[in-house]
């Protein structure tokens, strides 16, 4: 079955803009995650939601925002972006009590 | 909030060598997870640990869930180019709806 897909693989956004990605989980995962990885702080939960309802939230500004659709299609935005927006966002889905799969990423550089 | 102390931090060895690797912490978990990062992807799932003592085998990886429920070892024997990449330890909360991950170990192998 096709995996985690995330789009768009790279981004390249000026500071101040604002960014939306996007994650079509493994077909029949409800559950949908989002991390931040940097090289100064490593992989860092964003946020996570089952049946369009966010469940938790990581230590992130307002600025993060995230929702899920009745299809678990699950897109992410940054508003006012900043220079140390930049990273790698993750998403991961799973069903149940399997583990999580993750996609290959969006790279996000801000400059 | 919980944190996972992962060592080594990178490690360059030589094709057929043996690799250790491990992760503490100071809260007791009940699972513990392994991942492997290769360059440009997202982070695959090795081996999930759930009982403490539990010795758990995939191929030439081999992984240990501490006794006392605060660390985790991750062993590659016989290494292969193709381990190359970053290694992380991860602990499920919020009933498995988070993770939390060390701060990876990146292995380079010398062929």
């Known amino acids: 079955k096709a995996g985690v897909t995330q789009t768009p693989r790279y981004l390249i956004k000026t500071r101040g803009q604002q960014v939306t990605l996007s994650c079509s989980p493994i077909s029949g995962h409800r559950s949908v995650s989002w991390y931040q990885q940097t090289p100064g702080q490593g992989l860092q939960f964003l946020f996570e939601?089952?049946?369009?309802?966010?469940?938790n939230k990581g230590n992130f500004p307002g600025r993060f925002s995230g929702r899920q659709f009745s299809n678990s299609r699950s897109e992410m935005n940054v508003s006012t972006l900043e220079l140390g927006d930049s990273a790698l966002y993750l998403c991961?889905?799973?069903?149940?009590?399997?583990?999580?799969?993750f996609g290959s990423g969006t790279r996000l550089t801000v400059v | 909030g919980q944190q996972l102390n992962q060592s080594p931090q990178s490690m360059f060895i030589q094709e057929g060598e043996d690799v250790s690797m491990n992760c503490t912490s100071s809260s007791i978990f009940n699972t513990w997870l392994w991942y492997k990062q290769d360059p440009g992807e997202g982070p695959v799932l090795l081996i999930a640990?759930?009982?403490?003592?539990e010795l758990t085998s995939n191929g030439r990886l081999t992984a240990q869930f501490g006794i006392t429920r605060k660390d985790s070892f991750l062993n590659i024997s016989a290494s292969i180019p193709s381990d190359v990449g970053i290694y992380f330890c991860a602990v499920p909360l919020e009933y498995g709806n988070k993770l939390v991950f060390g701060a990876g170990t990146i292995l380079r192998v010398k062929s």
């Open positions: 939601y089952f049946s369009e309802t966010q469940r």
């Open positions: 991961a889905s799973r069903q149940g009590e399997e583990g999580y799969t």
């Open positions: 640990l759930y009982k403490a003592g």
